[in-house]
């Protein structure tokens, strides 16, 4: 009988360090609107990722939901930069 060949396992993601939990999306818009808000949060020391299902770069223009873009920011830092986005962004007006 032959040998066996070597089995290469595949990679596996390192474990994340202690306490840090990843990425957290904090809000959905548009993409003008993820700019500004990107800048805000990195104004205050906030790193912000924004995130698409869009090159908008090569689609420039978007209909309703296909445009969506996520803004994601870690996991300790959601909860100012929610309070940041409540008390920046005017509530919704009720007719």
């Keep these: 009988m032959s040998p066996r060949g ?3 396992r595949f990679p ?3 474990a994340a360090p202690h306490g840090e939990r990843g990425l957290v999306e904090v809000r959905r818009c548009d993409q ?3 700019i500004v808000v990107r800048s805000l949060f990195e104004s205050e020391g906030i790193p912000a990722l924004l ?11 978007s ?3 296909q ?3 996520v803004i994601l920011v870690p996991a300790s830092e959601a909860a100012r930069s ?6 920046i962004v005017p509530a919704p007006r009720v007719p």
Excluded: M, N, Y
Excluded at 52 to 59: E, F, K, M, Q, T
Excluded at 82 to 87: A, C, E, G, I
């Design 51 to 61: 995130q698409s299902r869009l090159a908008h770069s090569v689609h420039p223009f």
């Design 12 to 14: 596996t993601r390192p």
């Design 32 to 34: 003008a609107e993820a």
């Design 6 to 8: 070597k089995v290469i």
């Design 82 to 87: 929610r309070h940041l986005l409540t008390h």
């Design 63 to 65: 209909v309703g939901d």
């Design 67 to 69: 445009g969506e873009v």
